[in-house]
């Protein structure tokens, strides 16, 4: 199984156009993820997240109780980036990209992780 990256496309970069067209939205958007990642990062032990900058809607997990921790996410259904081709990293690392249902989230990294 493999997982899906996070790439940067001409779809996103007009997207991203769009929003700097729209600066209160933009502003908004960032203090929504500033909340959803603190609720993301008191939910979970400190020693199973990795530290990303509180506007960015993507951040990485750890855990030794799976081999593979991408794995065990998608089997969950959460959209999940392997780590194991970033420098020091390996298979029980996992960037997830935070999304609109991230409550449901929140219960799955807590009971896995």
Same mark, same amino acid.
């Given at each position: ?7 940067f496309?001409?779809?996103?970069a007009?997207?991203f156009?769009?929003?700097?067209? #729209? %600066?209160?939205?933009l502003?908004?958007t960032?203090q929504?993820?500033?909340?959803? #990642?603190q609720?993301?990062f ?6 199973? %997240?990795?530290y990303?900058n ?13 081999d593979?921790?991408t ?10 980036? #392997?780590?194991? %081709?970033?420098? #020091?990293?390996d298979?029980?690392?996992a960037?997830?990209r935070?999304?609109?249902? %991230?409550e449901?989230?929140?219960k ?6």
């Amino acid at each position: 199984m493999k997982a899906i990256p996070f790439s940067f496309s001409d779809l996103s970069a007009s997207i991203f156009i769009k929003v700097l067209k #729209n %600066y209160d939205k933009l502003e908004f958007t960032k203090q929504k993820i500033k909340e959803v #990642n603190q609720k993301i990062f008191d939910s979970i032990s400190i020693d199973n %997240y990795l530290y990303t900058n509180v506007e960015t809607p993507i951040f990485t997990v750890r855990t030794d109780k799976y081999d593979n921790l991408t794995k065990q996410l998608m089997k969950e259904n959460i959209t999940v980036e #392997n780590c194991s %081709y970033f420098t #020091n990293l390996d298979n029980t690392y996992a960037r997830i990209r935070i999304t609109k249902n %991230y409550e449901k989230l929140i219960k799955i990294l807590s009971r896995i992780l």
